[in-house]
């Protein structure tokens, strides 16, 4: 690992090449991230994009794309430090689907860059959801066992709590603030990992996602649903954690985590 902090960023960019158009690969580079992840892609081949996008200089790349359906999902890293290794299969069908996760081995912990389900358009898609999120809790617990320190990111598409969107009242019977959808956050704290964002921040208003059909995020009607879990075995090397409510372009805003570099 390199001998300073390093800046891990997630970003749902609800489509890279509307991204790219926006400026997305001078922000890449002027972010200060060492590690970038990005969700919702909407690309089904790395091919589709410019080379300059598919193979930035200075970066490792590994991309996940749902080939089934077009214009869907997706996940790419883009990583100054080189993994060991790359994951895009795993021992669990539910989450070979779609393109939905990237795992990358470093030297110090497992990163999964992850674009959870979204629980809309009715009861098989929100059990979907939550199969996945079972899937995935068994997933990262099994590289536990074998001594890993898992840090998760990405669009988890549920608020946790009260103080992680603006309406929690109007929303306790919609898909991403359903008791069920917050219980298995519960579930994933209680097996050790931390919510790095609430580990620094206990402040209200803080959101990373906002409708943009009625033009919440001029108002500030938002959710919280970007995160990043880390083992808590990391809380040492935990520095600081972050939402860019400034950074446009999407109707997310990137999060970020800071680890010490004390390897």
């Known amino acids: 690992m390199p001998n300073k902090n390093i800046t891990i960023l997630s970003w749902n960019v609800n489509g890279l090449r509307a991204m790219l158009k926006k400026g997305f690969l001078d922000w890449m580079q002027k972010s200060g991230g060492d590690i970038v992840c990005l969700q919702e892609t909407k690309i089904s081949s790395p091919d589709q994009l410019p080379h300059d996008v598919e193979h930035p200089d200075g970066y490792s790349v590994c991309w ?13 890293i883009f990583s100054k430090i080189e993994p060991k290794s790359y994951i895009t299969e795993f021992n669990y069908p539910i989450l070979n689907k779609e393109g939905r996760i990237i ?8 990163l999964f ?5 979204n629980g809309g358009m009715g009861p098989e898609r929100l059990q979907y959801k939550i199969d996945f999120y079972d899937a995935f809790l068994k997933m990262i617990e099994s590289y536990k066992k074998k001594g890993k320190k898992v840090i998760f990111c990405g669009d988890v ?4 709590q009260e103080i992680d969107l603006a309406r929690p009242k ?18 994933v704290i209680k097996s050790g990992y931390i919510d790095t964002f609430r580990k620094f921040n206990n402040k209200p208003n803080q959101y990373s996602y906002w409708d943009m059909k009625s033009r919440a995020r001029d108002r500030n009607v938002g959710w919280r649903i970007d995160y990043f879990f880390a083992d808590a075995q990391l809380e040492p090397k935990l520095k600081n954690a972050l939402i860019l409510p400034d950074v446009q372009g999407s109707d997310h805003c ?9 390897y």
């Open 103 to 110: 795992g990358a081995d470093y030297e110090d912990f497992i």
């Open 157 to 160: 598409n549920t608020a946790h």
């Open 64 to 76: 996940n794309c749902a080939t089934e359906k077009k214009g869907y999902s997706g996940v790419v």
């Open 113 to 117: 860059n992850v674009y959870f389900p």
């Open 254 to 262: 990137p999060v970020g985590l800071i680890l010490d570099h004390a």
């Open 170 to 187: 109007a929303n306790e019977k919609n898909t991403g603030f359903l008791p069920m959808e917050r219980a298995w956050i519960d579930k």
